[in-house]
T-cell receptor, first 113, second 112 residues
Framework: DAGVTQSPTHLIKTRGQQVTLRCSPISGHKSVSWYQQVLGQGPQFIFQYYEKEERGRGNFPDRFSARQFPNYSSELNVNALLLGDSALYLC????????????FGPGTRLLVL | SQQGEEDPQALSIQEGENATMNCSYKTSINNLQWYRQNSGRGLVHLILIRSNEREKHSGRLRVTLDTSKKSSSLLITASRAADTASYFCATVRMNRDDKIIFGKGTRLHILP
């Protein structure tokens, strides 16, 4: 079975632009979470979706939004990009919501110039 | 505030030695997990320990959890070059919006 996939792998944007990142979970997994990882730090939780509903939100501004589709894939949108949004964005899927064991994708590396 | 805090921040040991990493956290949790990350790639889940468990083993990995001290440790025995990576603990609190909190990680380097 394929693991979690993310696209694109790399992305370069300029300040003020908008970006959409995509994630496909492992087949059968209904929960998708998004993380931001700045160089040298641990992943910071952004959102969790389960069965197409938001089930968790980290401490990120409203410029960050996400959604989950009927096939359980997900998109993360970031508006009005800032230099500080440069990071590795990780998507993780899990079979159930209850325990939090997650399977991570390879990430999308975003550079904002 | 960040839940998990690993120490040491970096660790270098000889191949074959054991590596121990520690994680401290601040509030009650449902479970604690350890993950490995190679060279800025995606994280790999290693082991989950529930709040009512004290010790868990998986191959060369041994995890302990002391809820009274709000701390956990990860022991890797008989280290190998392939164990070179960053290791993160993550605390899970299911009744919170910010359910899963990762620490800053321990960078482990195995010397040949």
């Amino acid at each position: 079975d394929a693991g979690v996939t993310q696209s694109p792998t790399h992305l370069i944007k300029t300040r003020g632009q908008q970006v959409t990142l995509r994630c496909s979970p492992i087949s059968g997994h209904k929960s998708v979470s998004w993380y931001q990882q700045v160089l040298g730090q641990g992943p910071q939780f952004i959102f969790q979706y389960y069965e197409k509903e938001e089930r968790g939100r980290g401490n990120f501004p409203d410029r960050f939004s996400a959604r989950q589709f009927p096939n359980y894939s997900s998109e993360l949108n970031v508006n009005a990009l800032l230099l500080g949004d440069s990071a590795l964005y990780l998507c993780a899927s899990s079979l159930v919501l209850s325990e939090g064991t997650q399977y991570f994708g390879p990430g999308t590396r975003l550079l904002v110039l | 505030s960040q839940q998990g805090e690993e120490d040491p921040q970096a660790l270098s040991i000889q191949e074959g030695e054991n590596a121990t990493m520690n994680c401290s956290y601040k509030t009650s949790i449902n479970n604690l997990q350890w993950y490995r990350q190679n060279s800025g790639r995606g994280l790999v889940h290693l082991i989950l320990i529930r709040s009512n468990e004290r010790e868990k083993h998986s191959g060369r990995l041994r995890v302990t959890l002391d809820t009274s001290k709000k701390s956990s440790s990860l022991l890797i025995t008989a280290s190998r070059a392939a164990d070179t990576a960053s290791y993160f603990c993550a605390t899970v609190r299911m009744n919170r919006d910010d359910k899963i909190i990762f620490g800053k990680g321990t960078r482990l380097h195995i010397l040949p």
